[in-house]
């Protein structure tokens, strides 16, 4: 029976042309995450309450974009540094799907080997 490493050593993996449609849905999900509102703050009083309170959730909802740029940017780490290796599973080794990764272009892990890391934390 075939090891997990032989069956990875077989399968050709991702093609040039995939890994270059996944690089740019990489660099266009960086692009998105860091785009933010650079306006001044408001001089007008009226607006100032409107301006703290959109200031706050910017704020809040900075940590979670914060880490989903940190994702986006492993995985062009990943793509240039093994380029042979992207798109496949960090756990079990098996390829992620092209339409997965097109999908989420940051995935490290196959459907699988996720629904089971989000089964653990749930329990």
């Known amino acids: 029976m075939p090891t997990k490493s032989t069956k990875a050593a077989k399968s050709k993996g991702l093609n040039k042309k995939q890994l ?46 914060g880490r989903y740029l940190w994702h986006v940017n492993e995985a062009l780490r990943r793509l240039y540094s093994a380029p042979e290796r992207f798109g496949r599973c960090e756990q079990c080794g098996e390829e992620i799907g092209f339409d997965r990764l097109d999908a989420l272009p940051h995935a490290r892990l196959c459907i699988k080997c996720k629904a089971k890391e989000e089964d653990g934390k749930r329990r």
């Open 20 to 65: 270059s449609h996944l690089e740019k849905r990489l660099l266009e999900e960086r692009l998105q995450a860091s785009d933010g509102d650079l306006s001044s703050y408001s001089f007008h009083m009226a607006d100032q309450g409107t301006d703290a309170m959109e200031r706050e959730k910017a704020f809040l909802f900075a940590s979670q974009e």
